[in-house]
């Protein structure tokens, strides 16, 4: 079922609200933030480091928010019941992002230290979504 696509404002407080006290775990506990930019008619990787007001060019890389998303909606046999509702808060996040918001993608920028954003377009022509910073090495 899809939900109709919300306003950059809506969406936002609805974000902060799914995000609270999440954490998103990679090599490190990274907080998640709640990113907005302006209106743009497509976001691609050089429109969105122009957004983010960034010079360098660093490897970016596009991805499915499901591939960002994988270990964190997955359920563990080893996961108690604190680890069973941290993935149920996952699933809601990552429901909301693929059904309140056109062409959700994820942009991962960098490599080691990864900042991944997953955004998608609201209702107005914003881009809105959430970022964190990923340690993989």
Aim: glycine share 8%; proline share 5%.
């Amino acid at each position: 079922m899809h939900m109709a696509l919300i306003s950059s404002k809506a969406g936002a407080i609805e974000l902060e609200r799914l995000i609270a006290g999440l954490l998103f775990v990679s090599e490190s506990d990274s907080p998640l933030h709640v990113v907005q930019l302006g209106p743009l008619p497509e976001l691609d990787a050089p429109s969105l480091l122009r957004a983010l007001g960034r010079t360098e060019m660093p490897t970016v890389t596009q991805h499915s928010l499901g591939e960002l998303f994988e270990r964190t909606v997955t359920v563990q046999p080893w996961h108690g019941p604190a680890e069973r509702a941290t993935v149920g808060r996952y699933r809601v996040l990552l429901d909301f992002l693929s059904t309140a918001l056109e062409a959700a993608r994820v942009f991962r920028i960098g490599a080691i230290e990864v900042d991944a954003y997953a955004l998608g377009k609201t209702s107005d022509g914003c881009w809105l979504g959430i970022a964190t910073k990923l340690i993989e090495t």
